[in-house]
């Protein structure tokens, strides 16, 4: 089975900055099958980011994926006040379970 | 749109059975593989597994001999049976669509929780 480590667990940030959320695997995971999601209290999570890098319908320009093989990175290049929430990344592989990661809080500061 | 929803009972007991259905609207159950996630209180996100509307299914190694998934076509439901549960698999279950060409988990239903306990 694949483990995706996520960190920080937390991340205290205000408004207006830049967040850095990682997501290392145990194994390589195709790009392809690397996927960031957001959930806010009291919902489901809502996809983000596909294929690594490929933001999903509505998501907003400031959200953006990168990595490749065992290292990948979601950013908020300026958070807004609906950004403060849990993110996930997920890994589908056809030699191991899908996988999420533990997440990463993002909070204000 | 796709909209999901799920419906079961919100409480079972230890060693019993749960069952959950999820309701595909505003859409074909066909085509598609349809999962089941769940997530204990206050952690993270765990794939139970999948039921393709053929009937075909896969199943998380950690889960799988306890889980069984089913779809039926004609209700445009798919449903979940998880065997002799214990505390530990009190959480809010989530039922969710895979969208292959994104490799991704594009829409959810909202979450039930169920509650093991006596």
């Known amino acids: 089975e694949i483990v995706l480590t996520q960190s920080p667990g937390t991340l205290s940030l205000s408004p207006g900055e830049r967040a850095t959320l990682s997501c290392r695997a145990s194994?390589?995971?195709?790009?392809?099958?690397l996927v960031w999601y957001q959930q806010k209290p009291g919902q489901a999570p809502r996809l983000l980011i596909y294929?690594?890098?490929s933001r999903a319908t509505g998501i907003p320009d400031r959200f953006s994926g990168s990595g490749s093989g065992t290292d990948f990175t979601l950013t908020i290049s300026r958070l807004e006040p609906e950004d403060f929430a849990l993110y996930y990344c997920?890994?589908?592989?056809?030699?191991?379970?899908?996988?999420f990661g533990g997440g990463t809080k993002v909070e204000i500061k | 749109q796709v909209q999901l929803q799920e419906s079961g009972p919100g409480l079972v007991k230890p060693s019993e059975t749960l069952s959950l259905t999820c309701t595909v609207s505003?859409?074909?159950?066909?085509?598609?593989?349809w999962n089941w996630i769940r997530q204990p209180p206050g952690k993270g996100l765990e794939w139970i597994g999948y039921?393709?509307?053929?009937?075909?299914?896969n199943y998380n190694p950690s889960l799988k001999s306890r889980v069984t998934m089913s779809v039926d076509t004609s209700k445009s439901q798919f449903s979940l049976k998880l065997s002799s549960v214990t505390a530990a698999d009190t959480a809010v279950y989530y039922c969710?669509?895979?969208?292959?060409?994104?490799?991704?988990?594009?829409?959810w239903g909202q979450g039930t929780i169920v509650t093991v306990s006596s």
């Open positions: 969710a669509k895979w969208e292959a060409t994104w490799n991704a988990f594009d829409i």
């Open positions: 505003g859409g074909s159950i066909s085509s598609y593989y």
């Open positions: 039921i393709h509307y053929s009937g075909s299914a």
């Open positions: 194994q390589s995971v195709s790009s392809s099958h």
């Open positions: 294929g690594a890098s």
């Open positions: 997920q890994q589908y592989g056809s030699s191991s379970p899908l996988t």
